[in-house]
């Protein structure tokens, strides 16, 4: 997947993501949250999916 092609924060592709995998709408936030602090990304939820992924790349070399 070309994440420059996505103009979306981490949070916001997570819910989508959930929402396409059946996770119910009226649960995805709260799950999201928790997937999101027990990866200690939290804070880091409103950066752009392409910024967060070229981060984790240059963490990886």
Do not use: C, P
């Not at 070309?2 to 103009?7: A, N, R």
């Not at 929402?19 to 752009?48: A, P, T």
């Amino acid at each position: 997947m070309d994440f420059s092609l996505h103009d979306i924060s981490a949070f916001n592709f997570l819910k989508d993501t959930g929402l396409v995998m059946g996770i119910k709408k009226s649960k995805i936030n709260e799950k999201v949250k928790y997937w999101m602090q027990y990866f200690d990304i939290w804070d880091h939820r409103k950066k752009e999916l392409e910024i967060f992924h070229e981060e984790w790349k240059i963490e990886w070399i």
